[in-house]
């Protein structure tokens, strides 16, 4: 299944995710595209690993990804709301990571150090990480997937997120992609 991940900043989870069909754990997916809505380093991951990479505007995403003829979207820190007329059309084949036990510091404006500094503001001991599928309501999806991370003392947002990524995102992105599309596959989708 040929595969778009939509990033916006530095790319770790793509990263994650290319290691994970370099080492052979995404047998169903192929990585065909990497969309950004802003210049960011994650375009530079995509071509070091051969991987198409654009940059594309919004309003332009159906188009890239219909053209591209793309099975499944990963949005792996992608920040722009994705339009009601490609969540549609990615219905149940369209994924979201996100750096929080969903539906706890979820939906907009929630995203990056932001949902680390609410979760130590609140004095949580666990947080982690949630994989979901994305409809129009911003981090509403149907969940997919958890895996918790444990707040230390003197954790500060920098720390948390780099734990919760190395714990949980990094785990938990690879393995969900790898279960939609064998199960997208064997649906003959």
Same mark, same amino acid.
């Given at each position: 299944?040929?595969v778009a991940v939509? +990033?916006? $900043? $530095?790319?770790?989870?793509?990263?994650?995710? /290319?290691? *994970?069909?370099?080492?052979? &754990?995404?047998?169903?997916?192929?990585?065909?595209? @990497?969309?950004?809505?802003?210049?960011?380093?994650?375009?530079?991951?995509?071509?070091?690993? $051969?991987? +198409?990479? #654009?940059?594309?505007?919004?309003?332009?995403?159906?188009?890239?990804?219909? %053209?591209?003829?793309?099975?499944? @979207?990963?949005?792996?820190?992608?920040?722009?709301?994705?339009?009601?007329?490609?969540?549609?059309?990615?219905?149940? &084949?369209? /994924?979201?990571?996100?750096?929080?036990?969903?539906? *706890?510091? !979820?939906?907009?404006?929630?995203? $990056? =150090? &932001? #949902?680390?500094? *609410? @979760? =130590?503001?609140?004095?949580?001991?666990?947080?982690?990480?949630?994989?979901h599928l994305v409809?129009?309501?911003?981090?509403?999806?149907? /969940?997919? +997937?958890?895996?918790?991370?444990? @707040? %230390?003392?003197?954790?500060?947002?920098?720390?948390?997120?780099?734990?919760?990524?190395?714990?949980?995102?990094?785990?938990?992105?690879?393995?969900?992609?790898?279960?939609?599309?064998?199960?997208?596959? !064997?649906? !003959? &989708?």
């Amino acid at each position: 299944m040929r595969v778009a991940v939509l +990033c916006s $900043g $530095g790319g770790t989870n793509l990263q994650a995710l /290319i290691d *994970a069909a370099a080492d052979g &754990r995404l047998q169903h997916a192929q990585l065909a595209l @990497v969309g950004a809505d802003r210049d960011c380093f994650a375009l530079e991951r995509a071509e070091r690993a $051969g991987i +198409c990479a #654009v940059r594309v505007a919004t309003s332009d995403l159906a188009r890239v990804l219909e %053209e591209a003829v793309i099975d499944v @979207v990963v949005l792996a820190g992608y920040l722009a709301i994705v339009p009601a007329e490609v969540t549609s059309a990615y219905a149940g &084949r369209m /994924i979201n990571i996100h750096p929080s036990l969903l539906p *706890a510091y !979820g939906g907009p404006g929630m995203y $990056g =150090l &932001r #949902v680390h500094e *609410a @979760v =130590l503001a609140a004095g949580e001991e666990v947080t982690g990480a949630t994989v979901h599928l994305v409809t129009d309501e911003v981090d509403g999806g149907p /969940i997919l +997937c958890q895996a918790e991370v444990k @707040v %230390e003392p003197g954790d500060t947002p920098q720390s948390l997120q780099a734990r919760v990524m190395e714990q949980a995102e990094w785990r938990l992105l690879p393995a969900a992609l790898a279960e939609l599309t064998q199960k997208l596959e !064997g649906a !003959g &989708r």
